[in-house]
Structures are given as structure tokens and as C-alpha cells.
């Protein structure tokens, strides 16, 4: 059995910090390549590199049946017409599903099959869970005004995949047309 210290961990919804976690941070400039109108990256990148999001990543033990979880803060924001997002990733265990928990703020998470390329864009907000599926790349985005924060609960094992995405992004992109939220095939 672990020890307490193990057994129990507490997050703060807020700020997505967890006591004794560490955390991973995102800047823009680690988001090339991820947006669709690259002028506009450009041109934020050189007036700065906030950051867009951070990870505290909960790591009880590693066996084959054990769990992880992460608790993100994804700020809100724009480049061109698509929202800030988190770089998105296939876990490396294809097998491995993951549990979205909304705290706070709204968002929503594209979904993309592996295989076929079907995409679903699905709400990720307060009292909201998604389900993420096996073989299944996911990215999360902020549509508020508001820091998005949520906790992804994943097998020990499932491991990040960054490369399938980094070569060739999804499929669809999520942006503001018209004062509403689209889902659309990337050109
Ligand atoms: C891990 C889980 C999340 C993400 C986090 C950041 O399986 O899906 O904790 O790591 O949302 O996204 P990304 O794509 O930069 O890892
Ligand atoms: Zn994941």
C-alpha cells in the first residue's frame, strides 16, 4: 500500500497548482506550428512569449494498472481567429482512454480518430466530463474570456505522443465565426 502522502493529493481549481507536483509550463513560442494563420502567430511571438498554459502532473505509482492525473490552466486568448489551445497529442499507448474534468471557465475539446480522421468538437466546462477514447488525438481549447482549468485522469501508462500531431496538426481547427463557436477542415 502507498503512503499517505500518495493516497491523498489536493488541487487547487484556480490556479491548478497541486502541493508537492511538479509542473509543466507551455509558452506561446512552444505552440509553432499549432496555429492556422501564421502571420498572426508571427507577429504575437515577436511581441512576446506568454504563457498559455501549465500541467501539474500527478504521478502516484506506475504499475500496469495504475493512475495519473494532470490538472491544466489554459489562459484565454486568440491568434488570428483561433483560440488558445494546448498542443494536443495521441498518448503513446493507443489504447489509452482519459477522463476530462471541467473546473472552471469554457472550452472544449477536439477529438480526432486516429484512423478514419473523424473529429468532434465536444464542450469542456464546469461539472462537464469528457470521455477521450483510445486512439483517439486530443487538444484542448479556451472559448472564454476566463482561464479554462481542468483535470485529465489517464492510465500510468499512456505515455504522450507529440510527433503525429507536430507533422501534421489535426484535421479541423476551432475558431470564431461570425460571434460563434465553428469547428471547420483545416485548408
Ligand atoms: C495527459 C492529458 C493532459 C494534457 C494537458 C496538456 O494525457 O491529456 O494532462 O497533457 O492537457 O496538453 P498537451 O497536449 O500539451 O499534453
Ligand atoms: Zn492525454
Same mark, same amino acid.
Given at each position: 500500500?502507498?503512503?499517505?502522502?500518495?493516497?491523498?493529493?489536493?488541487?487547487?481549481?484556480?490556479?491548478?497548482?497541486?502541493?508537492?507536483?511538479?509542473?509543466?509550463?507551455?509558452?506561446?513560442?512552444?505552440?509553432?506550428?499549432?496555429?492556422?494563420?501564421?502571420?498572426?502567430?508571427?507577429?504575437?511571438?515577436?511581441?512576446?512569449?506568454?504563457?498559455?498554459?501549465?500541467?501539474?502532473?500527478?504521478?502516484?505509482?506506475?504499475?500496469?494498472?495504475?493512475?495519473?492525473?494532470?490538472?491544466?490552466?489554459?489562459?484565454?486568448?486568440?491568434?488570428?481567429?483561433?483560440?488558445?489551445?494546448?498542443?494536443?497529442?495521441?498518448?503513446?499507448?493507443?489504447?489509452?482512454?482519459?477522463?476530462?474534468?471541467?473546473?472552471?471557465?469554457?472550452? +472544449?475539446?477536439?477529438?480526432?480518430?486516429?484512423? @478514419?480522421?473523424?473529429?468532434?468538437?465536444? =464542450? #469542456?466546462?464546469?461539472? $462537464? !466530463?469528457?470521455? +477521450?477514447?483510445?486512439?483517439?488525438?486530443?487538444? @484542448?481549447?479556451?472559448?472564454?474570456?476566463? =482561464? #479554462?482549468?481542468?483535470? $485529465? !485522469?489517464?492510465?500510468?501508462?499512456?505515455?504522450?505522443?507529440?510527433?503525429?500531431?507536430?507533422?501534421?496538426?489535426?484535421?479541423?481547427?476551432?475558431?470564431?465565426?461570425?460571434?460563434?463557436?465553428?469547428?471547420?477542415?483545416?485548408?
Amino acid at each position: 500500500m502507498l503512503n499517505t502522502e500518495k493516497l491523498l493529493s489536493k488541487f487547487n481549481p484556480l490556479t491548478a497548482e497541486v502541493s508537492g507536483a511538479p509542473t509543466v509550463k507551455r509558452h506561446l513560442h512552444d505552440l509553432r506550428g499549432c496555429f492556422a494563420d501564421a502571420a498572426a502567430f508571427e507577429k504575437a511571438a515577436a511581441a512576446g512569449n506568454p504563457l498559455l498554459y501549465q500541467v501539474a502532473v500527478v504521478e502516484p505509482a506506475n504499475g500496469d494498472g495504475d493512475l495519473h492525473y494532470g490538472v491544466g490552466r489554459l489562459m484565454p486568448g486568440k491568434i488570428g481567429d483561433e483560440y488558445f489551445m494546448t498542443k494536443g497529442h495521441l498518448h503513446s499507448w493507443r489504447a489509452a482512454a482519459e477522463f476530462y474534468f471541467g473546473l472552471t471557465g469554457e472550452g +472544449v475539446m477536439l477529438l480526432e480518430d486516429e484512423a @478514419t480522421g473523424e473529429s468532434h468538437m465536444v =464542450p #469542456l466546462e464546469p461539472n $462537464g !466530463v469528457v470521455y +477521450v477514447p483510445g486512439d483517439t488525438a486530443h487538444r @484542448t481549447m479556451n472559448t472564454g474570456k476566463t =482561464p #479554462l482549468t481542468y483535470i $485529465g !485522469v489517464y492510465p500510468a501508462k499512456a505515455g504522450h505522443d507529440y510527433g503525429a500531431i507536430a507533422k501534421n496538426n489535426f484535421r479541423c481547427l476551432v475558431l470564431e465565426r461570425g460571434g460563434k463557436l465553428a469547428m471547420i477542415e483545416r485548408k
